[in-house]
């Protein structure tokens, strides 16, 4: 029967196909096969219907199993077993959950340098300028520790927390949520220079590695003055009770 030919040689040449990676153990791409079969099976269909007599005679025991009464049970077995058919082939062939190609790093890592309020930094070896007071004048570090606590209480408790914790009035409604500051494993483990970098640039200035879920974080730049990020830093630290780490760590 014309039918049965036209099957077969779709089979040979799907076996023909499939051969160097049985055989020799050097497989052509699924997605190469799909494309030279979907062609193949074109061409032998046009070659095999191409007078009104090869087409009547491949489609004839199709006509026949759809239209002929005499073979209702074959017809309704047959429409049975293809969806059931096709649920299989799906079901089988759909991939494993898989997580994302990139994950999302929380502590992305800065670049060499970094541009802000006109200048360029570098951020390795940058230190808090003020810092040094906290050893040569603690009235003056415990002041500028103040006036970072009132920068933060104006502008980042809304995401960051009234504690500090990533639990503030908008943090619900973020992903990824905001980071929180408590605890020896989140700034503790940080130099201040990289919060200088993130909080100057923000989600905007964030490499791909932060990515999917890109931080809502905006860039303060426009914002707060250098001296103010500096002293919120010195705030940030001094309320949780961490010490930043050193470029000697």
Known sequence: ????????????????????????????????????????????????????????????????????????????????LLPIGAALSVYYSAAEPAPPFELR??????????????????LD???????????EDPAAFKEMVREGGEVYFRNCLFCHG???????????????LPMPFTGSDTIAQLKESYLFWRIVRGGPGLPREGGPNISAMPAWEDELTEEEVWKVILFIYDYTGNR???WKD
């Not at 070896?125 to 050893?135: A, F, S, V």
């Open 1 to 80: 029967m014309r039918l049965f030919k036209f099957i077969a040689i779709n089979l040979f040449f799907y076996a023909l196909l499939k051969a160097p990676g049985l055989l020799a153990g050097k497989p052509i791409p699924s997605s190469v096969i799909t494309m030279y079969m979907f062609f193949i099976v074109v061409t032998v269909l046009l070659v095999m219907t191409i007078t009104d007599e090869g087409a009547n005679e491949l489609f004839a025991p199709l006509r026949s199993l759809l239209e002929d009464p005499s073979r209702s049970l074959a017809r309704n077995i047959l429409f049975v």
């Open 105 to 122: 790093s929380a502590h992305p890592a800065p670049p060499g340098a970094v541009r802000a309020y006109g200048k360029a930094y570098e």
């Open 125 to 135: 070896g940058l230190e808090n300028p003020l810092r040094p007071l906290e050893r």
């Open 162 to 176: 009234a504690k500090l914790d990533g639990r503030g009035h908008y943090a619900h409604a973020m992903d990824p």
């Open 244 to 246: 930043p780490r050193s």
